[in-house]
């Protein structure tokens, strides 16, 4: 399985960040299959924004369950993250990763800065 992430790598405060994971050699619709976001940041650590089932239900952190969104489209076999309200704290490397919980499989992760 291959994920190749895309999407802006700068963001201006209050705006949404959007990321899209296209996945090869494996299908979003695959049963039980689940699809993460997680980001990475040098104080922080690894932190996990949420992911989406092969059924299209979604899971999000608490902590920032009011500002994620996590969707897909099934023709392009691609999964994408929306952050609202973004601030500077929201810098991070941000990566796609499959499966929970082991993540064998990752994004290249890209570094999204938020900065006016």
């Not at 949404?16 to 039980?32: E, F, H, Q, Y």
């Not at 999000?60 to 609202?84: C, H, V």
């Not at 499989?105 to 900065?115: A, C, L, P």
Request: charged share 15%; hydrophobic share 25%; with cysteine.
């Amino acid at each position: 399985v291959q994920l190749q992430e895309s999407g802006p790598g700068l963001v201006k405060p209050s705006q949404t960040l959007s990321r899209t994971c296209t996945v090869a050699g494996g299908a979003i619709t695959t049963s039980r299959s689940s699809w993460s976001w997680l980001r990475q940041t040098p104080g922080k650590g690894l932190e996990w924004i949420g992911y989406i089932r092969a059924s299209g239900s979604t899971y999000y952190n608490p902590s920032l369950t009011s500002r994620t969104s996590i969707s897909r489209d099934t023709s392009k076999n691609q999964f994408t993250l929306q952050l609202s309200s973004v601030t500077p704290e929201d810098t991070a490397v941000y990566y796609c990763a499959t499966p929970p919980p082991e993540y064998l499989y990752w994004g290249q992760g890209t570094q999204v800065t938020v900065s006016s």
